[in-house]
């Protein structure tokens, strides 16, 4: 059972627009989220996080919106640049817990920045 | 260059053979992590340990596969007997005592001939 989710493979946005990537999670556990970008051939890079405590953090272009009610979190990036072209996952976390901090990923949503 | 660094890159093994991946957290971090990833996949946790202790094994498979963080030198992923079904990138990620945000290495490729 897949305890988060990223429902859209891919996403093709036109450069200079905004680009939202959404998750959603069903482990009500979680209280911890994060968003990673990967390059093919590479690890994943951090880019911005959220505790459940927030419901908005922002970086920069990066923005993360949790709704707890709804169990979803999006990223927003504003404006979109080429170089944002990546795979992008959305990661969770039950930080409150056993004293784990493994962390659950959704399959990743293919960004394509069009120039 | 003071992040995760994992080695070998490209690890080619041959049914039967034993794996052994490599990874040095980033400078002044005492937590790892292991996390594989299968084609067309997320990843999935593996292990977390720190050093000289394993904390959480709960997604390491029963038989085959150990993980160890001495006291002394780099985390060690050990994968015995290998099959093909092995063949994946395997990452490794740190962070500092707060478990908050995972910083990764750029993985070792397995490939099982």
């Known amino acids: 059972d897949q305890q988060v989710k990223q429902n859209s493979p891919s996403l093709s946005v036109q450069e200079g627009r905004i680009s939202i990537l959404n998750c959603d999670y069903t482990?009500?556990?979680?209280?911890?989220f994060l968003w990673y970008k990967k390059y093919p051939a590479e690890g994943p890079t951090f880019l911005i996080s959220?505790?459940?405590?927030?419901d908005k953090n922002e970086d920069g272009r990066f923005t993360v919106f949790l709704n707890k009610s709804a169990k979803h979190l999006s990223l927003h990036i504003v404006p979109s640049q080429p170089g944002d072209s990546a795979v992008y996952f959305c990661?969770?976390?039950?930080?409150?817990?056993?004293?784990?901090?493994?962390?659950?990923f959704g399959k990743g949503t293919k960004l394509s920045v069009i120039p | 260059n003071a992040g995760v660094m994992q080695n070998p890159r490209h690890l080619v093994r041959r049914r039967g053979q034993e794996a052994r991946l490599r990874c040095s957290p980033m400078k002044g971090h005492s937590h790892v992590y292991w996390y594989r990833q299968l084609p067309e996949e997320g990843l999935k946790f593996m292990v977390y340990?720190?050093?000289?202790?394993?904390?959480?094994e709960s997604g390491m498979p029963k038989e085959r596969f150990s993980a160890e963080f001495p006291k002394e030198g780099p985390s060690i992923l050990r994968i015995q007997q290998v099959v093909r079904g092995d063949s994946a990138a395997y990452f490794c990620a740190s962070s500092d005592l707060y478990g908050q945000p995972q910083h990764f290495g750029d993985g070792t490729r397995l490939s099982i001939l």
């Open positions: 482990n009500s556990m979680f209280d911890y």
């Open positions: 340990l720190q050093k000289e202790n394993i904390i959480d």
């Open positions: 990661a969770a976390s039950a930080n409150s817990g056993a004293g784990s901090y493994q962390l659950t």
């Open positions: 959220i505790s459940s405590i927030k």
